[in-house]
């Protein structure tokens, strides 16, 4: 009796094609494919289709085996994950991971070996090549990042081994986006001794490679409350986008991860949405409890009708192109001291010679009457260099030896380049040997400097 008042209810309302269609309560919506989805409850499955602004009804078909007791058990069919593997073929997946369950030729059997494992809540069941996934969760007061995969063989769950850099301290209520052979994993809590910690940063897991990549760091309206992820609703929309919202709020964002773009529209209408809606094509599908909570409501609205576009940002500050900007940064900071020290090697300082003062740089230094003699004697010479003999005739003194006199030359030399490089940076007198015979000594003027005597 009780199944055929449930059947009478789905007919009653499933004539209603242009206006809202109602439900038993606990509905689960799957997406089919652009066009339709089903209605699974703990009964049977509803199936529809969508045409312009309106939901049609296809059909509704009891299961033909009674549902395995642990569904039964839960109240409501909605508490369970699911994700559809083919047109025919939905699995579903219990709280916390381990017990899988398949439709499949009107009916839902359990498929797995296993136990309920319960480490795994809030993680990510997909599908991809065929094959069914659970990526990250929480369970027994911390959260994972692990990667286990059914095995159709043994009906039991493989851990998969993972490679790269993945988010260490776990994956818990994340969103996640699969585009191809990567599945981007951002805007997640890590739970420590059942306390949450919010990763600002982008993940790319490469399915292929089964490598973990950490990109940049999340867009800040994706801010750190925790409160904000009990009251927000992701779904998965298209094969690479991603519609993320508050429960209340006129605004939502649609995630683009491989083109490293939110943008944020406007639409007043969607701001009663709840979290277990669905997309079919570009149309927002859910249910609502009626006024008395007696029975679910479905009900259709068109995504963009109406929405006005407010903003387009970055995702994240993507590492790999801070890393082009830094190295090109750098190369160019390398360029520059490269070119900076060739100018410094070629530059020429022009200094002026007076009576008692040798002038440049904008600064001035006192000399003696040694020290002007010597510039002078450089600065007049051919070529501004003066062979040995010369500053020893002038510092010779025949009271003194030989010797003597040498070092008496040597140190009015020295005393004027230590004066010089104090004061300018710069020595002024250089020491070589003469060319024609290297047993001679010559000085000559630094090569940078242009001396001229007022």
Request: glycine residues 4%.
């Amino acid at each position: 009796m009780k199944r055929f008042g449930l059947i009478f209810f789905f007919l009653a309302f499933a004539i209603k094609l242009n206006s809202q269609i109602e439900m038993p309560k606990g509905q689960l919506l799957v997406t089919k494919d652009s066009l339709s989805f089903y209605s699974f409850s703990l009964n049977g499955v509803a199936s529809f289709v969508v045409e312009n602004d309106s939901i049609k009804a296809i059909s509704y078909k009891e299961y033909s085996k009674t549902i395995p007791k642990e569904i039964a058990n839960l109240e409501s069919i909605n508490r369970l994950k699911a994700v559809k593997n083919s047109i025919d073929e939905v699995y579903f997946l219990y709280p916390g991971g381990g017990l899988l369950f398949q439709y499949k030729n009107e009916a839902i059997e359990r498929i797995d070996n296993s136990f309920p494992h319960r480490n795994q809540f809030s993680g990510h069941f997909f599908s991809y090549k065929n094959e069914i996934y659970l990526l990250g969760g929480y369970g027994y007061w911390k959260s994972n990042s692990i990667l286990t995969k059914f095995n159709f063989t043994s009906k039991e769950w493989d851990f998969v081994e993972t490679f790269g850099i993945a988010p260490k301290l776990g994956i818990n209520d994340g969103s996640f986006v699969l585009d191809n052979d990567i599945l981007y994993v951002f805007d997640f809590y890590q739970k420590i001794e059942d306390v949450d910690n919010k990763n600002d940063d982008l993940f790319e897991f490469d399915l292929k490679t089964l490598t973990w990549t950490q990109k940049g760091v999340l867009n800040k309206l994706f801010y750190n409350d925790i409160q904000r992820k009990t009251f927000e609703i992701n779904i998965p929309y298209d094969t690479n986008k991603y519609l993320h919202k508050h429960f209340n709020s006129d605004e939502f964002l649609i995630i683009e991860p491989s083109k490293n773009l939110v943008s944020t529209y406007s639409k007043p209408d969607l701001n009663i949405i709840r979290d277990n809606a669905i997309m079919v094509g570009s149309k927002i599908i859910y249910s609502q409890l009626s006024g008395d909570r007696s029975f679910e409501t479905l009900i259709i609205k068109d995504l963009y009708d109406g929405s006005v576009l407010v903003d387009e940002a970055y995702l994240s500050n993507d590492f790999d192109l801070f890393l082009t900007y830094f190295v090109g940064v750098g190369i160019f900071c390398l360029l520059l001291i490269v070119f900076t020290i060739f100018k410094f090697k070629n530059d020429t300082f022009y200094f002026v010679l007076n009576r008692e003062t040798v002038n440049g740089l904008n600064k001035s230094l006192k000399i003696t009457s040694d020290d002007k003699f010597i510039l002078e004697l450089l600065s007049n010479a051919n070529n501004n260099q003066i062979d040995n003999v010369y500053f020893l005739n002038y510092f010779k003194d025949s009271s003194l030896s030989n010797d003597a006199n040498i070092k008496r030359k040597n140190k009015a030399i020295a005393d004027l380049n230590t004066k010089f490089l104090e004061k300018f940076g710069l020595y002024i007198i250089e020491k070589t040997s003469s060319k024609t015979d290297s047993r001679q000594v010559v000085y000559k003027l630094n090569p940078k400097i242009i001396l001229k005597s007022s």
